[in-house]
């Protein structure tokens, strides 16, 4: 199989130049009729300075505004960056070696790069400020969730710590803070099937053979809320929030479940009361079972 070409261009801001492949045949004359036709988000004008301060490039530098279509070959350039609302949030470094990342997310910040996210997420930030550009994650934690997430350190291990959280051989627990109800037999495995259509933010339950599975314990009760501990055997979307709704304990501060409400991107008000507390595992690389525990603390509880 024929390799992609690396990338001509070097990260920036701790982000990879995004790579097209034209298309093998077309009507095009130019590069930039092409890129006016293909990106039709991206105004005509941008992509005309685009070219024209050579921020496009091909294998073998630069391209310009007079640049041919060439069918089959790759361009990289790095896109334009939204405009952001820092969070007011540290992301903490639980552990770190020459293999992995143990990172401590806060609430409102994203794992990785996407739609609104960029600059204000874990990966970037920790590319960044570790000086480690090939890092990237094993797994990801919703953006209002707070706690663990493993990192890879170097491109060639990241198959192997990714395998695992898809075989899941990973143990994980969390810890959430909803309302306290006596009436509820806990503990209990909760199962059930979950589905999450593109284009809705929620995911929802329905009929069928169960696909996501939690073990949801209370550790302990004041002032009408408990503390839970949640062990969830699969990784569906939004599973322990969906789970634990469903036992009518929603966590606090969820805007998903079970009413969907707005918030504004700069309000880290109320965050959601869900932390990724521990996780272990048997290490792919040295064989060693490694484990580790959150260093945050869940603010309705504490």
Known sequence: MRRKPSSPLPQRHGLDAARLKL???????????HLVERLPRVASSRIDEMLAEDRIWGVCGPLGLDAPFVPDSYIWF????????????????????????????PHFLATIPRGQHIMQTAL???RDSLGLPDLSPAHRLDRVTAGLVLFVARRELRGKYQTMFRD???????????????????????????????????????????NAETHVSLVEHRGGLGRYRLKPLTGRTHQLRLHMSGLGVPIVNDDFYPVVRERPLDDFSSPL??????????????????????????SAWS
Do not use: C, N
């Not at 899941?168 to 306290?180: D, L, N, S």
């Open 273 to 298: 009361q869900l932390l990724a507390r521990d996780l272990s595992f048997v290490d792919p690389v040295s064989g060693v079972r490694r484990s580790f525990r959150s260093r945050l603390e869940l």
């Open 23 to 33: 298309p093998s045949e077309g009507p095009w004359r130019s590069l930039r009729d």
């Open 124 to 126: 970037v930030k920790l």
């Open 78 to 105: 790095h896109r334009d960056l939204p405009v952001e609302v820092p969070v007011p949030f540290e992301i903490g470094v639980v552990h770190r070696d020459d293999d992995i990342v143990v990172a401590d997310k």
């Open 168 to 210: 899941r051989v990973v143990h994980k627990e969390y810890e959430a803070i909803a309302p306290y109800d006596p009436a509820l037999s806990l503990p209990r495995v909760v199962r059930s099937r979950i589905v999450k259509e593109r284009g809705i933010i929620t995911a929802f339950e329905v009929d069928g053979e169960p």
